[in-house]
Nanobody, 127 residues
Framework: VQLQASGGGLVQPGGSLRLSCAASGFSFAHYAIGWFRQAPGKGREGVSCISSSGGRNFYSASVKGRFTVSRDDAKDTVYLQMNSLKPEDTATYYC?????????????????????WGQGTLVTVSS
């Protein structure tokens, strides 16, 4: 199982970025995928999750309305479109594979509900 997040970088407040999570080594279409972030000195925070069919998505309150998660099963890739970025969005972003097609009930934002993690990609929002 491999997951690789990419697309991070430096962006000004109010700007946009699209992160990608490329997967390999498993039947990607059968798994929910989550996005987490970790700012310096803070714990890992759940940002979003998309179910295997893409029919149900989850967002944290801090990003709802600004971030959009999507997936392309033909490319084994999940995307996180981030708009209206704020300095507090600065963090390393990680993608992770859930244990099944949907996140464990009520635990989509809990790191222990995911069994495989990729290397992160750094997002810096600053003027």
């Amino acid at each position: 199982v491999q997951l690789q997040a990419s697309g991070g970088g430096l962006v000004q407040p109010g700007g946009s970025l699209r992160l990608s999570c490329a997967a390999s080594g498993f039947s990607f279409a059968h798994y929910a995928i989550g996005w987490f972030r970790q700012a310096p000195g803070k714990g890992r925070e759940g940002v979003s999750c998309i179910s295997s069919s893409g029919g149900r998505n989850f967002y944290s309150a801090s990003v709802k309305g600004r971030f959009t998660v999507s997936r392309d099963d033909a490319k084994d890739t999940v995307y996180l479109q981030m708009n209206s970025l704020k300095p507090e969005d600065t963090a390393t972003y990680y993608c992770a594979r859930s244990y099944g097609s949907h996140p464990i009930a009520g635990l989509w934002a809990t790191p222990s509900a995911y069994d495989s993690w990729g290397q992160g990609t750094l997002v810096t929002v600053s003027s």
